[in-house]
């Protein structure tokens, strides 16, 4: 079973715009971890933001937000202010307690932000 | 720069050839991940060392795969016998033991292209 879906292949945003990519995860281990990741053109993964299963409060770092809504098992992302550099590929990514060792990954959302 | 830099960048080979990749982590983490991208699609996890020992082997690493890290340090990722299937992004991770500080730190990642 995919333990991470986006089913976002690609979006398009207007520069200064706010935008949301989804995320919807699968684990029934209490404790889990939740990532976001940037992935440019050339290729190397940056880390955006994280959200641990037990943090009371939705993540943010900078212009990034994470909307986690526990119940739902969603991980949604949020941009504000898109910047024509936040055209990548983003991917949502988890680790729980029965694969610690190792992240799963979503097939990514190709975001686009138009000037 | 202290980031986690991998060794080529870029590789062309022919059907056949072995190759050898090289990651160097960032200096304090001694958890070292590999991971394989194919275009369209998220990292999907190979392998992961602790310090010096590799304790999980995902069924992506068939035998013709071979992973080391000999003193904790930098690890290497050799493929024999290369085959066109082999073609994709092979990308190094690294991050703490520490549960609570297991953020995965990638590097720009060595792209494979079997001819």
């Known amino acids: 079973a995919q333990k991470i879906t986006q089913t976002q292949p690609g979006m398009f945003v207007q520069e200064k715009e706010a935008v949301t990519l989804d995320c919807t995860y699968d684990?029934?281990?209490?404790?889990?971890?939740l990532f976001w990741y940037k992935q440019p053109s050339s290729g190397e993964m940056i880390f955006l933001i994280y959200?641990?299963?037990?943090?009371?409060q939705n993540a943010t770092e900078g212009r990034y937000s994470l909307n986690f809504q526990k119940a739902r098992k969603s991980a949604n992302l949020v941009i504000s202010a898109s910047q024509l550099g936040d055209s990548a590929m983003y991917f949502c990514?988890?680790?729980?307690?029965?694969?610690?060792?190792?992240?799963?990954f979503g097939s990514g959302t190709k975001l686009n932000v138009k000037p | 720069d202290t980031g986690v830099s991998q060794d080529p960048r870029h590789k062309i080979t022919k059907r056949g050839q072995n190759v050898t990749f090289r990651c160097d982590p960032i200096?304090?983490?001694?958890?070292l991940y590999w991971y394989r991208q194919t275009l369209g699609q998220g990292p999907e996890f190979l392998t992961y060392?602790?310090?010096?020992?590799?304790?999980?082997k995902s069924r992506l690493l068939s035998d013709r795969f071979s992973a080391e890290r000999p003193k904790g340090s930098f690890s290497t990722l050799e493929i024999q016998r290369t085959e066109q299937g082999d073609s994709a992004m092979y990308l190094c991770?690294?991050?703490?033991?520490?549960?609570?500080?297991?953020?995965?730190?990638f590097g720009p990642g060595t792209r494979l292209t079997v001819l």
């Open positions: 991770a690294s991050s703490l033991a520490d549960p609570s500080a297991g953020t995965q730190y």
């Open positions: 684990t029934s281990d209490p404790s889990y971890g």
């Open positions: 959200q641990g299963s037990y943090d009371q």
């Open positions: 990514a988890m680790r729980d307690l029965g694969n610690f060792n190792k992240f799963y």
């Open positions: 200096s304090e983490h001694n958890r």
């Open positions: 060392f602790q310090n010096e020992a590799q304790l999980e």
